[in-house]
């Protein structure tokens, strides 16, 4: 494999975006040679300030989520330097002509997303199987939005992780290239369990762009279990948040008296690298 590739990053513009740009940047084997940053106009704070259904315990979750990544990510970002060469474009202009013909011009080797819209055709286009995506959840188990918020909901802690996955036109149905699992710990919360999760994923992405090429290996149909569980923006409400945060504890610490029994019965997909 070469050992210095040529990408793009594309991604938001909050704190955990900001820390994972950099972080790969930082990475001696990485080239990041633009990394497209969308704005955060649809970001969940700003559609809740937006939504006429916003309540106290929703601004709490959000307000809780925000300072947990300024606690795990600020020192960082301020601190390090900034080798991601990032360029700000509005929400929905990832797909925009200028944007395209800007990145035809760099001569990348891959396109790394995490967090970013909906991409079009025309990438697929330019870069035809090397448009790899980190996508915060266990694909197949959980799909769609707030994939680990739902896997807590449900008490299924082994449920919640990242999934590295080459990109399709589909929603969390590329081809799934490696896998790793939330660290889980007692005393945790959500926002804890998240940021710790994101914080792994920066160097387990790192070898995953080091090592995609023609010989990766994916993740047969038939290695996970049958059973999946499809998360929509539309189901985040207040009522669900209450009850996420008022039997959080329990579940927590159920998971943890069982959580080797547990995480056997969701197994994941390591690849050819380590199981982390």
């Known amino acids: 494999?070469?050992?210095?590739?040529?990408?793009?990053?594309?991604?938001?513009?909050?704190?955990?975006?900001q820390f994972m740009r950099m972080a790969i940047a930082a990475d001696?084997?990485?080239?990041?040679?633009?990394?497209?940053?969308?704005?955060?106009?649809m970001s969940l704070k700003n559609r809740m300030a937006d939504a006429s259904e916003s309540s106290p315990i929703l601004r709490q979750h959000i307000e809780g989520r925000e300072q947990s990544e300024e606690d795990f990510f600020q020192s960082f970002c301020q601190t390090s330097p900034d080798l991601?060469?990032?360029?700000?474009?509005?929400?929905?202009?990832?797909?925009?002509?200028?944007?395209?013909?800007?990145?035809a011009a760099l001569g990348v080797e891959y396109v790394a997303c995490f967090g970013t819209s909906i991409l079009k055709a025309p990438w697929f286009k330019a870069f035809p199987d090397r448009i790899l995506?980190?996508?915060?959840?266990?694909?197949?188990?959980?799909?769609?939005?707030?994939?680990?918020?739902?896997?807590?909901?449900?008490?299924?802690?082994?449920?919640?992780?990242?999934?590295?996955?080459?990109?399709?036109?589909?929603?969390?149905?590329?081809?799934?290239?490696?896998?790793?699992?939330?660290?889980?710990?007692?005393?945790?919360?959500?926002?804890?369990?998240?940021?710790?999760?994101?914080?792994d994923a920066a160097s387990a992405y790192v070898s995953v762009i080091?090592?995609?090429?023609?010989?990766?290996?994916?993740?047969?149909?038939?290695?996970?279990p049958s059973g999946e569980t499809l998360c929509r923006r539309k189901d985040f409400t207040a009522e669900f948040v209450e009850k996420f945060y008022n039997e959080f504890a329990s579940k927590l610490n159920?998971?943890?008296?069982?959580?080797?029994?547990?995480?056997?019965?969701?197994?994941?997909?390591?690849?050819?690298?380590?199981?982390s």
């Open 84 to 103: 991601s060469h990032s360029m700000i474009v509005p929400k929905g202009d990832i797909n925009a002509d200028y944007v395209l013909q800007k990145v």
């Open 210 to 224: 080091k090592n995609f090429g023609p010989d990766t290996k994916f993740a047969s149909k038939d290695f996970f």
């Open 1 to 17: 494999m070469p050992s210095h590739k040529k990408i793009l990053f594309i991604t938001g513009s909050e704190r955990r975006h």
């Open 28 to 41: 001696p084997s990485m080239d990041v040679a633009l990394s497209v940053c969308e704005g955060a106009e």
């Open 133 to 199: 995506n980190l996508h915060l959840g266990l694909s197949p188990y959980y799909r769609g939005s707030g994939t680990n918020f739902w896997a807590m909901y449900h008490g299924r802690f082994e449920c919640v992780g990242a999934t590295f996955m080459l990109m399709d036109d589909g929603i969390d149905t590329g081809k799934i290239i490696h896998q790793i699992r939330a660290k889980v710990m007692p005393g945790d919360n959500a926002h804890i369990i998240g940021n710790r999760l994101i914080r």
């Open 254 to 275: 159920a998971h943890i008296k069982n959580a080797g029994e547990k995480e056997k019965q969701v197994p994941i997909f390591c690849g050819s690298m380590e199981a």
